[in-house]
């Protein structure tokens, strides 16, 4: 599997940093680290790397979270009181900065910005509506409100994107949003008390009304927008009459080995456009060029 946008980041966790506020208040000082965000975007440097200032250049109001150890350093990111945590990255100047990024610092930045967001957004107690403070550097929010002792942690939306395979070809779909001529892997979230195997099933019965088996799992990919964990599957079916969702698909068809070469090279006259090399699914589709 080819390097996966938004894994394999730098930095050192360091759990146990995480929850001994001496040791952390330890690494606290000026040879700390904080990384640059505009609102939840990535500010780039002349050299195309993620800039990070000093944890004198936060703002007194804002909670910090500790990102991990990189180099030797103690890495943090800022929460400013008045950031109001993302809708989508519908943002064209934020994919040509993540665009300028090797894969490491993309998956730091990856992952700060889903922490971050997820901060911007949870200020307030689900529980009892008290207000929330940061928590095990930046890993955690507690409830400040009496009686109320909740604890709430960082949240990973899990959703399954997956192929479906019927004699040597696979089903792709089209979301209204796509850009024109885009066909890509059919996805969903996994709900309350289903399996992986059994959210793939129920998304390709609910988006395209085909019954797959052999559900097989074939990598996975944090995709901070806000906090998905995308968890690419294939799968194959039987029976490959299509009956779409129009309210969630609108276009699913069945592509040939040869259609999905020529998209994945991105060829012009291809019948399709593969999605971009940062979403999982072009990975899925490579995958299954070189096994399905
Ligand atoms: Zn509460």
């Known amino acids: 599997m080819s390097t996966i946008a938004f894994a394999g980041a730098g930095l050192d966790r ?3 940093i995480r929850s001994d506020p001496a040791a952390l208040e330890g690494l606290m000082d000026w040879r700390a680290r904080l990384l640059r965000l505009d609102g939840l975007d990535p500010v780039i440097d002349p050299e195309g790397r993620l800039s990070w200032g000093t944890l004198g250049d936060a703002g ?10 990189g180099e030797g350093k103690a890495c943090f990111a800022e929460v400013p ?3 109001n945590g993302s809708v989508a990255p519908a943002n ?4 040509a900065a993540m665009s300028a990024l090797d894969s490491a610092e993309l ?4 992952g700060a910005r889903a922490l971050v967001d997820w901060h911007a957004r949870h200020r307030f107690c689900a529980r009892c509506g008290a207000p929330t403070k940061l928590a095990k550097g930046g890993w955690q929010r507690n409830c400040t409100g009496e009686a109320c002792d909740a604890q709430h942690f960082p949240r990973v939306d899990p959703v399954t994107i997956m192929l479906v395979e019927h004699e040597g070809n696979v089903l792709l779909g089209r979301q209204p949003r796509f850009p024109p001529r885009r066909f890509s892997a059919l996805a969903g979230f996994v709900e309350p008390g289903e399996t992986i195997e059994e959210a793939v099933a129920r998304e390709i019965h609910e ?5 797959v088996r052999d559900v097989i799992y074939v990598a996975s990919q944090p995709w901070p ?11 194959h079916t039987d029976d490959p009459a299509i009956t779409i ?6 276009e699913a068809d069945w592509f040939t080995r040869a259609e999905v070469v020529q998209a994945m090279a991105g060829d012009e006259t291809a019948r399709f456009i593969a999605p971009p090399p940062f979403a999982v699914a072009h990975h899925l589709l490579k995958w299954w060029l070189e096994n399905g």
Not at 107 to 110: D, I, L, S
């Open 14 to 16: 360091a759990d146990h």
């Open 60 to 69: 007194a109001d804002s909670e910090l979270v500790f990102l991990g150890m």
């Open 81 to 83: 009181p008045a950031l």
């Open 92 to 95: 064209p100047r934020l994919w």
């Open 107 to 110: 998956a730091t930045y990856g």
């Open 207 to 211: 988006e395209a009304g085909v019954r």
């Open 225 to 235: 927008f806000p906090s998905s964990l995308m968890i690419a599957c294939h799968s």
């Open 245 to 250: 969702d129009t309210t969630e698909l609108d």
